[in-house]
T-cell receptor
């Protein structure tokens, strides 16, 4: 069964510190893997996208890594800011185009709280 | 572009009432998705459309849920009759299959059924 699991479920850090969020998936084969940021009361917004052949992708202070062999991805946040407080969702898009399906597989997210 | 627009942002209703959620996708996007988000289950796909045609509605919980897309710029998700367990945030998202296939989400409609 295709699954995406994220850890930790929640995390509290102090402003200025770094943190790493984990994503393990069983989806195979897959087209690409994305990380979304969801602020409280808002819709998810894409942070990074990686194809199965990419190892790392950066977007400012956010760096995503992908290890296709171990089926793991991580999102590293550098020098955290208060505005980083949000849920971070890992999403895997299966390579299902030949079957006509188009179902993203979502993790349940990690809730990050950055304290001053 | 204004992005995906959903209405209402908040809806409080009593059990048994009909609820209609609305969505305007980004112009030019030919895929539209309805998701439901709860704390326990995260984001769940309910149904998606391609060029206004429903492609997969296997995520719709039961017959009380229905969705339509009468044209490329408008879609509705209807719950009739509503139940307390339907309380959740409902998101609409749109996408273009070519390229990155990135999903663009609306701000969501928070539904509370009393």
């Amino acid at each position: 069964k295709n699954q995406v699991e994220q850890s930790p479920q929640s995390l509290i850090i102090l402003e200025g510190k770094n943190c790493t969020l984990q994503c393990n998936y069983t989806v195979s084969p897959f087209s690409n893997l994305r990380w979304y940021k969801q602020d409280t009361g808002r819709g998810p917004v894409s942070l990074t996208i990686m194809t199965f052949s990419e190892n790392t992708k950066s977007n400012g202070r956010y760096t995503a890594t992908l290890d296709a062999d171990t089926k793991q991805s991580s999102l590293h946040i550098t020098a955290s800011q208060l505005s980083d407080s949000a849920s971070y969702i890992c999403v895997v898009i299966p390579l299902h185009f030949t079957s006509g399906t188009y179902k993203y597989i979502f993790g349940t997210g990690t809730r990050l709280k950055v304290l001053a | 572009d204004a992005g995906v627009i959903q209405s209402p942002r908040h809806e409080v209703t009593e059990m048994g009432q009909e609820v209609t959620l609305r969505c305007k996708p980004i112009s030019g996007h030919d895929y539209l998705f309805w998701y439901r988000q709860t704390m326990m289950r995260g984001l769940e796909l309910l149904i998606y459309f391609n060029n206004n045609v429903p492609i997969d509605d296997s995520g719709m919980p039961e017959d009380r849920f229905s969705a339509k897309m009468p044209n490329a710029s408008f879609s509705t998700l209807k719950i009739q009759p509503s139940e307390p367990r339907d309380s959740a945030v409902y998101f609409c998202a749109s996408s273009i299959i070519e390229g990155t296939g990135e999903l663009f989400f609306g701000e969501g409609s928070r539904l509370t059924v009393l």
